[in-house]
């Protein structure tokens, strides 16, 4: 039987351990509380466009800006600047949100 536990089996309240591996040291996430409420900017990037100045002034309430990504597609999540993720725009309780449905490792930025 392996000592691993799966996410699902976490419950409500259950911190996960981490193995810091050579050095033997166990680690729970409530050894992080220090960070926790380090402020971060979180940003979800429908697409973007490039125009002009004189473009931009011309913009008025109803005009329409086409951005480089199509319908469906997914967008990018960034936290701090940084590229995380990708997800989808969801709808939730009448607000937009976004669900996460790929989580981007270092270095795995190709768009």
Partial sequence: MSDELKLEELGPGDLPVVDYGAEGVEKAASDLAPVFDVPVSISAVLGRAQMSVAQLLQLSSGSILEL??????????YVNNRLVARGEVVIVDERLGVTMTEII???????
Avoid: H, L, S, W
Wanted: aromatic share 0%; glycine share 12%; charged share 45%.
């Fill in 105 to 111: 490792k270092d270095g795995d930025t190709a768009a």
């Fill in 68 to 77: 480089d990504r199509k319908v469906g597609e997914a967008i990018d999540i």
